[in-house]
């Protein structure tokens, strides 16, 4: 349904937001559980009234990301409900990868020690307060591996019942740490396409009553979590935005909700408007949105994925147009890297940095190299990359063990030529 007046009790459930307006046509819709626009299908997102929000306002929250509550889709007493709470996450100076990769100023921003090792408790967070306030009473999901443990984690901390989809074949570390929590865990033979295109049925059918789907229907709230990345790097900065910034492309949508963030920050007069690049990061063995840039194509082509980095295996991503939009706007640009490159890249980050990543950071990491070897990198600019994953979810991509075995005498030790 189109834009009504809202109840003043809706208004303070969700914090500032003040619609759902439709990305392509910018149609306006009461705050509801829908994601896609009825006159032209384009998708939904969150419009808001901010009001006035200062640095102080920010920097006397609390440490996670409802320090941002007055930018985001949430109550003001957030903070006191069961959720989460993920965020705040280290933004590591790099100098040791910088000074191999040849540049002057790095950052990672490492996601990997948010409550379920992703960045995916983020936008779960949003996801919760919303299915709070719609009245949902299970939550559920279709996921490549991190989402299906953050939903899983969430909705038992919020006392939800869960169940997540995934496809079959995901990493093990993956598939327990969704398990765990006590939710039901359905594998779909197929892809990811084919477990989302699942649950959109699932949501149309009475067998799907009272669930919400954190990244279907509940989707346009569940994004603006990736905002809270733009957020505390421009906060981390010391209030400044990076000059340039690589991100992982699975569905796209955190690649435009932290240019979106950034576009925020500029607006309420946070940071000062400066230009920056946003460069997009797939595995070649799932590059629908690289491939497009290269081909200076306007439409994405969908493909079957074919990486290690399955966390960013969706064949068909949903704000990819987007992408490329931004991309082109900010003058950064989409790239792709193989998986050989992926598991060098997860080394290199590792013993330069002492971070583990997942294939996902090695995919940003590789990116990152590839783009300064090849001169499409500013080497001066200021620059961060983003880490999204816990590598302990996916120990299968790397080969590392004991240097070797011995007795236990000094005799040993140095025979063994490791003195």
Same mark, same amino acid.
């Given at each position: 349904?189109?834009?009504?007046?809202?109840?003043?009790?809706?208004?303070?459930?969700?914090?500032?937001?003040?619609a759902l307006s439709c990305r392509e046509c910018g149609e306006r819709y009461d705050l509801a559980p829908r994601f896609a626009c009825e006159f032209?299908?384009?998708?939904?997102?969150?419009?808001?009234?901010?009001?006035?929000?200062?640095?102080?306002?920010?920097?006397?929250?609390?440490?996670?990301?409802?320090?941002?509550?007055?930018?985001?889709?949430?109550?003001?007493?957030?903070?006191?409900?069961?959720?989460?709470?993920?965020?705040?996450?280290?933004?590591?100076?790099?100098?040791?990868?910088?000074?191999?990769?040849?540049?002057?100023?790095?950052?990672?921003?490492?996601?990997?020690?948010?409550?379920?090792?992703?960045?995916?408790?983020?936008?779960?967070?949003?996801?919760?307060?919303?299915?709070?306030?719609?009245?949902?009473?299970?939550?559920?999901?279709?996921?490549?591996?991190?989402?299906?443990?953050?939903?899983?984690?969430?909705?038992?901390?919020?006392?939800?019942?869960?169940?997540?989809?995934?496809?079959?074949?995901?990493?093990?570390?993956?598939?327990?740490?969704?398990?765990?929590?006590?939710?039901?865990?359905?594998?779909?033979?197929?892809?990811?396409?084919?477990?989302?295109?699942?649950?959109?049925?699932? $949501?149309?059918?009475?067998?799907? %009553?009272?669930?919400?789907?954190?990244? &279907?229907?509940? *989707? +346009? #709230?569940?994004?603006? @979590?990736?905002?809270?990345?733009?957020?505390?790097?421009?906060?981390?900065?010391?209030?400044?935005?990076?000059?340039?910034?690589?991100?992982?492309?699975?569905?796209?949508?955190?690649?435009?909700? $932290?240019?979106?963030?950034?576009? %925020?920050?500029?607006?309420?007069?946070? &940071?000062?408007? *400066? +230009? #920056?690049?946003?460069? @997009?990061?797939?595995?070649?063995?799932?590059?629908?949105?690289?491939?497009?840039?290269?081909?200076?194509?306007?439409?994405?082509?969908?493909?079957?994925?074919?990486?290690?980095?399955?966390?960013?295996?969706?064949?068909?991503?949903?704000?990819?147009?987007?992408?490329?939009?931004?991309?082109? *706007?900010?003058?950064?640009?989409?790239?792709?890297?193989?998986?050989?490159?992926?598991?060098?890249?997860?080394?290199?980050?590792?013993?330069?940095?002492?971070?583990?990543?997942?294939?996902?950071?090695?995919?940003?990491?590789?990116?990152?190299?590839?783009?300064?070897?090849?001169?499409?990198?500013?080497?001066?600019?200021?620059?961060?990359?983003?880490?999204?994953?816990?590598?302990?979810?996916?120990?299968?991509?790397?080969?590392?063990?004991?240097?070797?075995?011995?007795?236990?005498?000094?005799?040993?030790?140095?025979?063994?030529?490791?003195?």
């Amino acid at each position: 349904m189109a834009m009504t007046a809202t109840e003043p009790t809706a208004v303070r459930a969700f914090g500032p937001a003040a619609a759902l307006s439709c990305r392509e046509c910018g149609e306006r819709y009461d705050l509801a559980p829908r994601f896609a626009c009825e006159f032209c299908f384009g998708p939904l997102e969150v419009a808001y009234d901010f009001g006035t929000v200062t640095r102080a306002d920010i920097e006397s929250g609390p440490a996670n990301i409802w320090r941002y509550r007055h930018l985001l889709p949430v109550p003001d007493n957030v903070a006191e409900l069961p959720n989460m709470n993920p965020g705040l996450t280290p933004l590591v100076r790099a100098d040791r990868l910088a000074a191999e990769l040849g540049l002057a100023s790095l950052h990672v921003k490492d996601d990997s020690g948010n409550p379920t090792h992703s960045f995916k408790d983020r936008v779960v967070a949003i996801a919760v307060e919303a299915a709070r306030n719609f009245g949902f009473t299970t939550l559920s999901c279709s996921s490549t591996g991190n989402l299906a443990g953050a939903v899983g984690a969430a909705a038992a901390r919020a006392g939800f019942g869960s169940c997540v989809f995934i496809p079959a074949g995901l990493e093990e570390a993956k598939v327990v740490m969704a398990a765990v929590y006590g939710g039901r865990v359905v594998a779909i033979d197929g892809n990811y396409d084919d477990v989302n295109r699942f649950c959109s049925e699932l $949501i149309g059918d009475e067998a799907g %009553e009272g669930w919400g789907f954190v990244n &279907v229907n509940l *989707r +346009p #709230y569940y994004g603006e @979590g990736s905002k809270t990345l733009a957020y505390e790097i421009a906060e981390q900065l010391g209030w400044r935005l990076p000059e340039q910034i690589v991100v992982p492309i699975a569905s796209g949508s955190q690649l435009t909700k $932290i240019d979106k963030g950034f576009q %925020e920050l500029v607006e309420l007069g946070l &940071v000062e408007d *400066r +230009p #920056y690049k946003i460069f @997009g990061a797939q595995a070649t063995g799932c590059s629908p949105v690289a491939q497009a840039w290269e081909k200076g194509h306007d439409v994405i082509q969908p493909v079957k994925p074919d990486t290690i980095a399955k966390s960013l295996a969706i064949g068909n991503p949903a704000d990819g147009p987007y992408v490329l939009d931004i991309a082109r *706007r900010t003058g950064g640009s989409v790239e792709h890297v193989g998986d050989d490159e992926v598991v060098e890249a997860i080394s290199l980050l590792a013993r330069t940095e002492g971070i583990f990543a997942e294939t996902a950071g090695g995919v940003t990491t590789g990116v990152l190299r590839k783009l300064v070897r090849e001169g499409r990198l500013d080497p001066g600019a200021e620059t961060v990359v983003l880490n999204t994953g816990d590598g302990l979810k996916t120990l299968n991509a790397v080969s590392a063990g004991v240097t070797a075995t011995i007795a236990p005498s000094l005799k040993a030790f140095t025979e063994a030529g490791l003195a």
